[in-house]
């Protein structure tokens, strides 16, 4: 499975961006870039996800290298409920062994300081 | 209320018995994952549904079993407990597993075997 690669905490000031790095080098052409954050004791929550192209919703922005071997998600100003564990995750929805599922690393762990 | 429903939310049980966790998806969703979460290994995966029929299997143990009925819904059954399954488990659904979305996880369901 290919895999990626976080910083295991990164800091952060109350409504500052934050742009949180990923590295993918051994990414394929089927992966799409996934990004999910977890509270304590809460269900992973879906963030944003990408395949080539920079992606922007209500919550978040993401940026993907132009070679797709890096990707950067990106909070535009940071509050204290942002902090969270942040995976950076690459979902394959090619037909092939992986049948598209999730493999979570250990993330980022986010720190928001008021 | 992500859409994903997992009851009970706590369950609390002695070593060697039996128990059965219940996930109902998000309304159109397919395909459904089983994930475990303890404290020393993060989330992993455990086991895939796709419309009933199972897809894909992680690292489930051989003491653990699942299914998904007609309905969708999909129940993880542990049995034999030992005090190391006492985790989180999650139950996440995507319509189908070859779409690029994002999974959608619930509150989960805490174990604590005594």
């Known amino acids: 499975d290919a895999k990626t690669t976080q910083p295991n905490s990164m800091e952060s000031n109350e409504e500052e961006p934050v742009h949180l790095p990923c590295n993918h080098s051994t990414i394929s052409g089927t992966d799409y870039i996934h990004w999910y954050r977890q509270l304590p004791s809460q269900g992973p929550e879906y963030v944003i996800h990408g395949l080539t192209s920079n992606v922007n919703n209500r919550m978040a922005s993401l940026a993907i290298a132009e070679d797709r071997k890096s990707s950067t998600l990106i909070l535009h100003r940071a509050t204290l409920r942002d902090a969270a564990v942040y995976y950076c995750?690459?979902?394959?929805?090619?037909?092939?062994?992986?049948?598209?599922?999730?493999?979570f690393g250990k993330g980022t762990k986010l720190s928001v300081k008021p | 209320d992500s859409g994903v429903t997992q009851t009970p939310k706590h369950l609390i049980t002695a070593t060697g018995q039996r128990v059965t966790l219940r996930c109902s998806p998000r309304s159109g969703d397919l395909s459904v994952y089983w994930y475990q979460q303890s404290l020393d290994q993060g989330l992993q995966f455990l086991i895939q549904?796709?419309?009933?029929?199972?897809?894909a299997k992680g690292n489930i143990l051989e003491r653990f079993s699942a299914q998904q009925f007609p309905d969708l819904h999909s129940e993880l059954n542990l049995s034999s407990l030992e005090l190391g399954d006492s985790a989180l488990y999650f139950c996440a659904s995507t319509v189908e597993a070859h779409a690029p979305g994002g999974y959608t996880f619930g509150s989960g369901t805490r174990l604590t075997v005594v």
């Open positions: 995750i690459l979902r394959d929805v090619g037909y092939g062994g992986s049948q598209g599922n999730l493999i």
């Open positions: 549904y796709y419309n009933g029929e199972e897809r």
